[in-house]
């Protein structure tokens, strides 16, 4: 199944990636070539087949829903790339 | 005179036992070993020397006040950490350049439990980026070299820990399996590598690929000494909801399932799947695994055929769920809270700019083809579809696990390959991991050890697959198979 050139550009706008022209011929070939492969799947009729959502884990135990103690703010700042008043500091959203 | 450096884990546990040596000796051993070898192996992304050898003297100190008292087994040994998981203090970057710079304010649990048990992390080991790919070729920092040939892949994701255990850095080392990430490069490099089963051992502080796949695995020289790192690091953790709640058993290597010395073995079934036997298999693996299998018999183990019907799909299922994923988990790094930030004018340019600028080619492919699958439209067609094709799969496991008690594959279809032999052929690479993937869809273990080398003199792995929550009887089988053989003790020249 080949992609579209206007299908790899919305692709990439969905998952916010910037990509050079290249890459987007790169990639235009490269996922129709996969996506071709992965068709294979369509054979099987799963009409009366659930879907496994997690790992094979059959039981999962929720915590209590209570506050816990977290880091400080000051120490989760230390690896953001610019913070201002003990928050997370970006340029403008919107012009 | 052996060094150091040669010691197997248990035998390193011994020599601190009885004083033969420091753990400032070992650790000075690791690190010596490490800066000679380095240049020509690129195993580690970051080491942690000077913090090491503080931790060895007061593992040595701990040593010396407690001499009356039992200690834990795993005080003072070295270990390596595959760079997706969290170590507090040390650099995180999953071998990628959009985490570079990142210093980690927390430690995995799984790590935790090591350090507690008193192990000491030499470094961090290097692995394609997020942990995708199958030779970490796909790192931003460089492939690793495998020890056996300089001039090919020791596998991957976590082929950083595997060249480590495999070049005598470290006795032990901590990775992770999504796809096989830890079973194949265990394969290529010579090592022993457990997949453990899925939930079995927290992922709080792994950096998460996909969700309902990734597992937290270990490698070491042998079955004994992966089992010893299995036992401290394996069980619930409050942390991570995704834990189990099952108990982990105190495991004896020498109590398989047979009563007799000479027959470790008797009574277990062990199921060879007809579906694993594929065109393109390289003669060397289907020989050497065969031999395996019958020295698996030979002491005590009943060899039957099994069938696991769908694994032809378990490639296209994974190459939905696996990237679909991705695409969601890696939606968290935007250049806002940690990473480098693309300079922008506005804040939608710093996603775009920053994640287009930072993520390398196959993590941006595998986001895109994630992002397709679960689009408007295309969702039921592929996730979807994937989702009940992976129950099959699953299926398939349990209905074996009613006749057999472990099956029996090799791990890899073939040898470690040269380095830039898939370079431009993303299929090619993702067949790598044929016969891992259907234990990460199925969630359940697997072990890779070797039995044999190729005409190249390049190691071959056979794999056993297990129930869930069945590592043990993995071990105990892959322990038996050591005892009466020697591929696991020899060692690369290097």
């Known amino acids: 199944m080949a992609l579209t050139a206007q299908e790899i550009d919305h ?4 998952a916010r990636l910037q990509l050079t022209d290249e890459q987007k011929v790169l990639y235009r070939e ?3 070539h996969i996506l071709d492969y992965i068709a294979k799947l369509r054979q099987l009729d799963t009409a009366n087949v659930p879907p496994t959502a997690g790992g094979g884990l059959t039981q999962m135990e929720l915590r209590p829903d209570g506050s816990r103690p977290s880091l400080p703010t000051k120490v989760l700042l230390e690896n953001a790339p610019d913070s201002e008043a003990d928050q997370f500091k970006i340029p403008p959203v919107f012009e | 005179m052996t060094s150091l450096t040669d010691l197997s884990l248990s035998q390193m546990q011994a020599g601190l036992t009885s004083g033969e040596f ?3 000796d070992l650790v000075q051993a690791a690190l010596d070993r490490i800066t000679r070898l380095e240049p020509s192996l690129h195993a580690f992304l970051h080491l942690a020397g000077p913090r090491a050898l503080k931790q060895a003297e007061a593992a040595d100190a701990q040593r010396k006040g407690q001499s009356s008292r039992p200690v834990s087994p795993l005080l003072g040994i070295p270990v390596a950490i595959k760079d997706v998981l969290t170590v507090e203090g040390l650099p995180c970057t999953c071998g990628s350049k959009i985490l570079e710079g990142f210093i980690p304010p927390f430690t995995a649990t799984s790590v935790q439990h090591l350090t507690e048990a008193g192990m000491i992390v030499i470094g961090k080991t290097n692995t394609d980026e997020f942990a995708m790919g199958s030779s970490t070729e796909n790192s931003a920092y460089g492939v690793t070299h495998n020890p056996w040939d300089l001039g090919r892949v020791p596998g991957g994701s976590s082929g950083g820990s595997a060249a480590a255990v495999a070049a005598r850095y470290v006795p032990a080392a901590l990775g992770t399996d999504t796809g ?3 079973r194949q490069p265990a394969s290529f490099c010579g090592v022993t590598g457990l997949k453990t089963t899925y939930g079995r051992v927290s992922r709080y502080g792994l950096v998460a ?3 309902s796949l ?10 004994q000494d992966v089992a010893a790192v299995f036992s401290a690091m394996a069980g619930h953790d409050p942390l991570d909801a995704t834990s189990a709640q099952v108990a982990v058993p105190a495991i004896s290597l020498e109590a398989a399932t047979g009563s007799k010395a000479e027959m470790p073995l008797g009574g277990l079934k062990i199921g060879v799947p007809k579906e694993y036997s594929i065109p393109g298999t390289q003669p060397a693996v289907e020989e050497m695994t065969r031999a395996a ?4 018999k030979a002491l005590g183990a009943e060899i039957r055929p099994v069938s696991l019907p769908h694994t032809e799909y378990a490639l296209p299922v994974y190459y939905i769920i696996a990237p679909a994923e991705a695409s969601a988990n890696l939606a968290r790094f935007d250049g806002v809270r940690y990473g480098p930030r693309a300079p922008a004018r506005d804040m939608p340019e710093v996603f775009y700019r920053t994640r287009g600028e930072r993520f390398g080619p196959e993590v941006t492919r595998r986001i895109m083809i994630g992002t397709y699958a679960l689009s408007a439209g295309y969702y039921d067609a592929y996730y979807g579809q994937a989702q009940k094709v992976r129950t099959l799969i699953r299926r398939d ?3 074996a696990f009613q006749e057999v008690d472990l099956i029996a594959a090799p791990t890899a279809p073939g040898t470690a390959f040269e380095i830039g032999a898939h370079a431009n052929d993303p299929l090619a690479m993702y067949l790598e991991d044929v016969f891992t993937l259907p234990a990460n869809l199925a969630g359940v273990p697997g072990i890779s050890f070797n039995v044999g080398f190729d005409q190249r003199n390049l190691p071959v792995g056979l794999q056993l697959i297990g129930p869930y929550f069945r590592e043990d009887l993995l071990l105990c089988a892959a322990h038996a198979y050591q005892q009466v053989t020697d591929w696991h003790v020899r060692a690369p020249a290097l």
């Open chain 2, 209 to 211: 690929f996909g969700s």
């Open chain 2, 397 to 399: 496991f349990e209905a």
């Open chain 2, 214 to 223: 990734d597992t937290v695995g270990a490698f070491g020289r042998s079955a």
């Open chain 2, 22 to 24: 420091s753990s400032r």
């Open chain 1, 11 to 14: 692709i990439a706008r969905l």
């Open chain 2, 180 to 182: 096989g990430s830890v």
């Open chain 2, 293 to 296: 299998v019958d020295v698996l």
């Open chain 1, 30 to 32: 490269q996922l129709s």
